[in-house]
């Protein structure tokens, strides 16, 4: 069978996607590992457009329940199958010349006239002693999603670009006091946004950080670093840990196919959400866009979708 559109994802912009897809009468095949994305994991969501306060496990069944609500003649929908490979593949007969695009996962392989890739990105974790146990138990890596969370609490923000120190402004606005610590000596953040949080008296930072562990009970109470300069050793009290360190995109199936930044995000066109690539959209965090928002990937691949069904239905 060849699909008009394969549909790689199952977060806020995979399930835009399958339902608008759907509504437009295109043969479509919804592939995903799981529902929900990054998001899935908070607490709670007091951003989702239309919705006050969300948790994130129940935004991944609303996504989920939406998309297969539209389940049947036109879109099909393969959960828990892992995307391995995308390549272009030309047939050719007498009277047709068509270019399709193989999607290979690991369960089986699958032909399409188009694809959307949605796969978003996840976050660098840090990975000392404790991390992982105080994940989601004072170690956040959405300031958006939970940040409110820690009103009037002393808080740390690690990372040294933009996105830590637009984190630590958001904090600003609640916190008690907001600590960003670097392991470096130099940010890479704009110069005014930095001039601008650090006028802040509330906050404070640390540079030429090493992080040694994560302390605490039921919930975070510190974090230890040593100084890289004196040799010090310092417990940090902290009662939220807010990781900012990078993304890293969930592209590697494509790496080979279209063209990418240096940080494997996919390349593309913002008015249309096209890649290098005939045939090939991308949508959401796994792309080169400026801010990464679930309202915002949720867009986007409407964007695609819209672009893609004229694409389609004017060849």
């Excluded at 923000?157 to 958001?170: D, I, K, M, R």
């Excluded at 030429?208 to 109470?221: H, R, T, Y």
């Excluded at 900012?244 to 279209?258: A, C, M, R, Y």
Aim: negative net charge; proline residues 3%; charged residues 20%.
């Amino acid at each position: 069978m060849i699909y008009d559109l394969i549909i790689i994802g199952g977060g806020p912009a995979g399930a835009a996607a399958g339902v608008y897809a759907a509504r437009k009468r295109l043969c479509s095949l919804l592939l995903t590992n799981t529902f929900g994305g990054q998001s899935s994991v908070s607490e709670k969501i007091e951003n989702w457009i239309g919705t006050v306060v969300i948790s994130g496990e129940q935004l991944a069944e609303n996504l989920r329940s939406h998309v297969e609500a539209y389940a049947g003649d036109c879109l099909e929908i393969r959960k828990g199958e892992l995307v391995t490979d995308i390549k272009k593949e030309h047939t050719s007969t007498p009277l047709d010349q068509t270019e399709l695009i193989m999607v290979t996962t690991d369960k089986g392989e699958y032909q399409a006239r188009a694809v959307l890739v949605a796969t978003g990105s996840h976050q660098r974790k840090i990975t000392v002693p404790g991390a992982k146990k105080y994940e989601h138990k004072g170690i956040t890596y959405c300031a958006s999603c939970d940040g409110p969370m820690f009103s009037d609490m002393d808080v740390v923000v690690l990372g040294a670009g933009n996105a830590a120190f637009e984190t630590a402004s958001q904090l600003l606005a609640y916190a008690k006091s907001v600590t960003l610590i670097h392991r470096g000596d130099t940010f890479r953040a704009e110069p005014i946004t930095i001039e601008k949080v650090c006028q802040n008296p509330h906050m404070c930072v640390i540079k030429n950080a090493e992080i040694l562990e994560v302390k605490g009970d039921a919930m975070v109470s510190s974090i230890v670093y040593k100084d890289k300069i004196s040799g010090k050793v310092v417990d940090l009290p902290t009662q939220g840990i807010f990781v900012e360190i990078g993304q890293l995109p969930n592209t590697s199936f494509v790496k080979d196919v279209v063209t990418m930044t240096p940080y494997e995000q996919i390349i593309i066109d913002p008015r249309t959400q096209k890649t290098s690539v005939s045939g090939i959209w991308a949508a959401g965090d796994c792309t080169d866009i400026l801010y990464h928002q679930n309202n915002i990937a949720a867009g986007d691949a409407v964007r695609a979708v819209e672009d893609i069904y004229v694409t389609l239905r004017t060849k």
